[in-house]
């Protein structure tokens, strides 16, 4: 993602610049003791930026009352819908009564709106999202999470909440039409890819045209939509309270798509009454929201390591996949998964199917063969051509599908299906899978959008190499798992729960850490770079690889080449969201192996950090630091004890797991503001005895 305009002022201290900005840290006895139950609020999870705490600890919450059942109950055999209402209602109603022990003044409206998914980890801990709003308007970026266990009792509230002064403005000063045309010229401006296989270049768009106004709600926030004209999309907008570091602003907010969906550009334009010239308003915050990698009759993972012309079975067998469906996700998928990857049409089998729509990016077909009499077909088209890099990518989405829902990434959760079989979630939204035949611009991405929509992943020819990034499964993996994070971290309110610093970069790590871990299960010697096939470079796309001896630390975030201690490290920059990413993969990598040290066994090790991992995605909230990442996991490992983990067994991987972190300066006593690069402090401390994560 790169961030082309942030006129936030994110090293804005709120506790160095505000008077007893922090008291609330004094007031927690208090507040604990009106809701009569133990409250933990550390100095150190308290985020700079805004002054309001990340994280809230929670012990003997009460749970579902009687009368809470009742109305669950009501009308007969309660439902999962029914059920999730208890959870949505219990985390609204918790996080208002506790607000003054997260950071909100006494009196202070406390406005908050329940994304309606309710997620659950493998353990079977509930997560609400909730979006913080002010006069019915989101307050961009305020997302926190509310963990709940089944009985309905609140174990943390986590994630960033901000304060709102009183008397700011609701009504905008600035017609929409006008904040749209600035923030339209900015996105139709000629723009640079830059990566590992090259830069494109993008030309500027025409936007003499279209642009109208095409449909408007009478909501608080005006939520309307514009015609797109050069651009893919007609243009959402709506009205959004941005805030800048001390001060909110009323913001006009849109969203552009380039066409191909190479770029997905989020654009905030101030609105309010102090916008100095109302018929030029300016740009507050603009960034691209896509990932770019910088970095069938099938290739099972790239040419080299496993040669094209194996016939593969469509769908896989339950079997054939690395990782094990659990008692706890198995009631989540449908009966009979994995399911069909193809759907019979006329006589024809297509690569049009309900997780993945693969077409040829040139002509966006897909790749049909025809049923024979005992109704069967094999996509058996020759090496390298249009319909085989075709076949390759469906085969690959189709694998992380089901990989990723066995690990808890159902449709309840928002994963990418056409049509959700039990019906949860929002259908609609399988991967369109484009394999362009030649180069395209950023030559690998992925545009993941809330669910109910499409993500879309484009695949092309490293004109460098003449090798397709289509054929290689790291590749294409990395982008998927983009897909996978977007959408848990944050919840499912527009699947864009990664646009701070420290957030992008772990998106890379997690992408790296999945494309790697997944080869690496079958075998003996572990691979530790990634990108090597296609860029035909033994040592990848990345700065170093990630073996146990990867140099970067968390202490190391914000430093430019010349910075970084060590010897031989004058190279290593960590400033740019890939490399910072090095540093989160390498950390899960370690984990990886420490844990699966700590168990004797590298099956087991490699299913529980996987599972982890996942459930830390659905506990982690919007925009977090490594260090926020890093206790969700935690968290999730902690939930396992009794279960998958016997106590003897958790204590040895909860010392493996901090020993790893602490590897890469993420231990007990390392600290960050909040979730940019500045100020990330390393630390190689492990917790004290009786501290509990």
Known sequence: MTRTIDRRDTGYDHLASSVGAASFLDETDRVAAEVDHTLTAEPGKVNRFTGHLTELRVDGAPGFTDADIASIEAGGQPTEDTRDAGYLAKAKEYVASVSEAIGF???????????????????????????????????????????????????????????????????????????????????????????????????????????????????????????????????????????????????????????????????????????????????????????????????????????????????????????????????????????????????????????????????????????????????????????????????????????????????????????????????????????????????????????????????????????HTANAFDVVIHEYVHGVTNRLVGGLFDANGLSEDQSISMGEGWSDYFALTIINFGREKEHVVVGDWVVAKPGGIRQRPYDADYPGTFGDIGKRRGQVEGAGNADLSYREEHDVGEIWCAALLELTRRVTAALDSKERGYRLTWQAVVDGLKLTPKNPSFLGARDAILRAFKGMEGGRLTSDEYEAVRHAAWEAFARYGMGFDAFCPNASYDGCQGGTQLPPPGSTD
């Not at 514009?226 to 007609?234: L, S, T, Y």
């Not at 469906?325 to 759907?343: A, I, Q, S, Y």
Request: with cysteine.
């Open 105 to 467: 003044a006494a009196g202070e409206p406390v406005e908050f709106e329940a994304d309606p998914t309710v997620t659950r980890t493998s353990d079977g801990m509930r997560v609400v999202s909730l979006q913080q709003k002010h006069n019915g308007i989101e307050v961009w970026g305020m997302q926190p999470k509310v963990w709940l266990h089944p009985d309905g009792t609140v174990d943390r509230v986590v994630g960033d909440t901000v304060s709102v002064p009183t008397g700011v403005s609701a009504r905008p000063a600035v017609p929409a039409e006008v904040a749209l045309r600035v923030a339209a010229e900015k996105a139709a401006e000629p723009v640079t890819l830059q990566g590992p296989f090259g830069d494109s270049e993008l030309p500027r768009l025409d936007i003499s045209y279209g642009l109208g106004r095409l449909s408007a709600q009478s909501q608080a926030d005006q939520p309307m939509t514009f015609a797109g004209g050069a651009f893919e999309e007609a243009i959402p907008a709506r009205l959004v309270y941005l805030y800048m570091g001390g001060d909110i602003r009323l913001t006009w907010f849109f969203a552009f798509t380039r066409p191909n969906f190479t770029v997905q550009y989020h654009a905030f334009v101030e609105a309010d009454e102090r916008t100095a010239d109302k018929d030029a308003p300016e740009l507050l915050y603009f960034y691209d929201t896509s990932s770019h990698v910088v970095g069938g009759l099938v290739i099972r993972e790239n040419p080299v390591d496993t040669p094209f012309g194996e016939v593969v079975a469509f769908p896989l067998s339950l079997d054939a996949y690395p990782v094990q469906v659990t008692p706890e996700v198995r009631p989540e998928l449908p009966d009979g998964f994995p399911l069909e990857w193809t759907v019979a049409d006329n006589g024809t089998l297509s690569t049009d199917g309900n997780n993945v729509r693969a077409v040829n990016g040139r002509n966006l077909q897909p790749f049909k063969v025809p049923l024979d009499a005992a109704g069967d077909a094999v996509f058996n088209a020759d090496a390298d051509t249009p319909e085989q890099l075709v076949t390759n990518i469906f085969y690959f989405c189709n694998y992380a599908h089901d990989f990723f829902m066995m690990l808890g990434f159902t449709e309840k959760n928002g994963n990418f299906q056409s049509v959700n079989r039990p019906g949860h979630g929002k259908g609609a939204d399988a991967v369109l899978a484009r394999a362009h035949p030649g180069a395209v611009p950023g030559t690998a991405n992925m545009a993941t959008r809330a669910d109910g929509l499409a993500a879309v992943m484009n695949m092309g020819l490293v004109t460098g190499t003449g090798r």
